[in-house]
């Protein structure tokens, strides 16, 4: 029975293999992350616009003194 060990460039591989894996996932999460930010703002924008519009009247005014 022959018991062999990892050499220095096969773990390296490993390492940069997990460093790679980690970049990916960690920009997928930044990247889901700035759009949700992105559709926050716009949800908050639109329902300051709402609350901050001027009553509009239907229909006819009539003032009296």
Excluded: C, D
């Excluded at 460039?9 to 894996?21: G, R």
């Amino acid at each position: 029975m022959r018991n062999r060990g990892l050499t220095g460039s096969e773990t390296a591989i490993i390492l940069i293999a997990f460093v790679v894996v980690a970049a990916a996932f960690a920009f997928a999460v930044l990247n889901l992350g700035f759009t949700t930010i992105q559709k926050s703002s716009e949800v908050i924008r639109a329902g300051l616009s709402e609350v901050t519009s001027a009553i509009e009247l239907s229909g006819g005014v009539i003032a009296r003194s």
